[in-house]
């Protein structure tokens, strides 16, 4: 299957060696969402979600060389261990940045899964591509993150 996207879309999908529902988790779950989230170089200092159709998040990331970086949005969707949709944004993203609409799917098979990713409109293509190297490098954190706590709760 293949898709063409337009120029203020993001997709990055990833497969992780852990269940539909951890991978949820990842997401939904303050305790696991601290432990990931953020490029590298960046540590997520706080993070709050209240999790519900129409509940809002807001976390911060933190980096001794670029400060803090608050983002939040609020809730539109919930599929438990399926689909989660919600908005993002930054606090203080460039003139004219707008609230994105991020799409996440959780596809299981034989105990891993795949994460689809879908995040847009972005200003402009720039934005989009400058979205793609922090996104990719939250994802090695999470894969690390996850697939290390779900070997640790199947020993």
């Known amino acids: 299957m293949s898709a063409t996207l337009a120029d203020d879309e993001l997709l990055i999908t990833r497969t992780f060696d852990a269940p ?9 779950d303050p305790a696991h ?3 990931w989230m953020g490029p590298v170089g960046f540590e997520c200092a706080e993070v709050s979600i209240d999790f519900r159709v129409g509940g809002a998040y807001r976390a911060v990331i ?24 919600f908005t993002f944004k930054w ?8 609230e994105t609409l991020v799409t996440l799917t959780f596809e299981e098979r034989d105990g891993r899964t795949a994460q689809l990713f879908h995040q847009t409109p972005f200003i402009n293509v720039e934005r ?28």
């Not at 400058?130 to 993150?145: C, L, M, P, T, V």
Request: cysteine-free; glycine content about 10%; overall charge negative.
């Open 33 to 35: 969402f601290k432990n």
């Open 62 to 85: 933190r980096s001794p060389q670029y400060g803090d970086s608050w983002f939040g949005g609020v809730y539109r969707e919930i599929v438990p261990n399926t689909r989660l949709v």
């Open 128 to 155: 989009r591509d400058s979205h793609i190297g922090g996104w990719n490098s939250a994802f090695d954190k999470e894969q690390a993150y996850v697939e290390k706590f779900a070997r640790e709760q199947t020993s």
């Open 20 to 28: 539909a529902a951890l991978m949820f988790a990842m997401w939904s």
């Open 91 to 98: 606090d203080e993203g460039p003139s004219g940045e707008v």
